[in-house]
């Protein structure tokens, strides 16, 4: 059976995922994913600064676009999402049904969470 990488790229709002196949029933796995929605600076080729929406996990650093996640088909994936932004933010793996979210603003110094839990679709890149 093929190995097809499943990827989770995150990035302004767009969040990529793939997965490896053969998994069956036996092997699932389960999946427990936290990402952050933040602001950060990224300097341009021109030497000049711009202000971009984020991604980050409790191991990388704000990234544009977010971090590369890998799940297996088959697993059961829990993303839970913190909005440390002002304003409500749409989350969604474009093509998995049961992974669109909204996650409220931040408030005072309480970032908007929300959490969705769904199984990896057959192997493939999804936007």
């Known amino acids: 059976m093929q190995r097809r990488e499943f990827l989770i790229l995150g990035g302004s709002g767009v969040v990529a995922a793939s997965a490896l196949g053969g998994a069956t029933q036996s092997q699932a796995a389960t999946h427990h994913i936290q990402l952050s929605i933040n602001t950060t600076r990224v300097l341009l080729i021109d030497g000049k600064y711009v202000n971009m929406l984020a991604y980050s996990s409790t191991s990388i650093a704000n990234r544009v676009p977010g971090p590369v996640l890998r799940v297996t088909e088959g697993d059961t994936v829990s993303i839970t999402v913190s909005n440390w932004r002002p304003e409500e933010h749409g989350f969604e793996v474009g093509g998995v049904g049961g992974s669109k979210m909204m996650i409220a603003g931040m408030v005072g ?11 990896a679709p057959e192997a493939g890149t999804y936007m």
């Not at 110094?109 to 199984?119: I, S």
Request: hydrophobic share 25%; charged share 10%.
């Open 109 to 119: 110094t309480t970032p908007g969470v929300a959490t969705k839990t769904f199984t």
